[in-house]
């Protein structure tokens, strides 16, 4: 697949929870999309791959590779997805989505 596809994949499986799962999260989503980015990384070049196999020999934790997720929305319903985004293209969702990529851009591992 592609980096398009895994988050396409991630944000349909958040919708598919908002009626038949434990809510939307946007938790969930910023670990989603904290993989897609880690896969992309790792498999960019050889140099950053050897790079990350150093890293990892030395020692990576969770906050290496997960961005923080205090004060992200989890457990969201339709209802209150509907009235509180309308949807994912709404200022409000974006701005959340925003502060997700910048939490992800802020991970030792990409600085």
Do not use: C, W
């Amino acid at each position: 697949g592609s980096d398009t596809l895994a988050e396409l994949l991630g944000l349909a499986k958040e919708m598919n929870d908002m009626t038949s799962g434990s809510g939307f999260s946007f938790a969930d989503l910023a670990a989603d999309l904290a993989g897609t980015r880690f896969s992309h990384h790792t498999t960019r070049d050889q140099a950053t791959a050897r790079s990350l196999r150093l890293r990892a020999r030395a020692g990576l934790t969770e906050n290496d590779l997960m961005p923080n997720i205090q004060g992200l929305p989890e457990g969201i319903g339709k209802a209150t997805f509907a009235a509180d985004y309308g949807s994912t293209h709404s200022p409000a969702y974006q701005a959340l989505q925003e502060v997700i990529e910048r939490r992800i851009n802020a991970l030792g591992l990409y600085r």
